[in-house]
């Protein structure tokens, strides 16, 4: 599993992600080194960024001993049929990316609260690294795979998936751990 930045991402955020997907997972989590702003996917008519254009040039770049890639971006992301994501994946595919825009207080107008949102940062990385194992969503509000369409619903979860979904994890990792693709550990929690 890897991580990368896409444009200037701050060091206690990716390390918090690295550790969150790690716990969360079982994985061993690397860094690539960073790429640039995504302003290839730049919508002048909305004011945001393609996240299916994102997705696009980083399933490029996914590592060929990677099981699944997460971009991080400080830019708003959307969808055509949303005004916006926090996030999007492919579904049991190599890529994923997160926004940190929406998740921070300060887009709101309030105070910046540090703590907070490096905390539903690291659930927005569990939640869309989880499509890329092949999770859907949970209906455990408390899961970090429940669906969050704004950032009180963020807030409403943990960081921890959930008993069903630890399960899930287990058994779409067993084909790819007995292919060699991943580590025996891998996809494995000490609970």
């Not at 998740?103 to 907070?116: A, I, M, N, V």
């Not at 194992?133 to 970090?144: I, M």
């Amino acid at each position: 599993m890897y991580i990368v930045a896409l444009g200037s991402i701050e060091e206690d955020v990716l390390t918090a992600v690295e550790q969150g997907l790690g716990h969360a997972y079982g994985f061993g989590v690397k860094r690539l080194s960073g790429l640039a702003e995504p302003e290839y996917a730049y919508d002048a008519q909305r004011g945001q960024h393609s996240s299916a254009h994102v997705l696009r040039q980083l399933i490029t770049r996914v590592p060929e001993d990677a099981m699944s890639m997460l971009g991080i971006t400080q830019k708003d992301l959307f969808i055509p049929m949303l005004s916006f994501v926090l996030g999007q994946a492919q579904l049991s595919g190599p890529a994923a990316v997160i926004s940190l825009a929406r998740l921070q207080q300060e887009f709101y107008g309030l105070s910046p609260d540090r703590s907070l949102a490096v905390a539903r940062t690291v659930k927005e990385a569990v939640h869309e690294v989880g499509h890329t194992v092949g999770l859907t969503h949970c209906a455990d509000s408390s899961c970090p795979m429940s669906l969050s369409n704004n950032v009180r619903h963020v807030d409403a979860k943990g960081a921890e998936l959930c008993a069903s979904c630890i399960v899930l994890v287990e058994e779409k990792t067993k084909h790819a751990r007995a292919m060699g693709t991943i580590p025996n550990s891998a996809g494995t929690r000490n609970v």
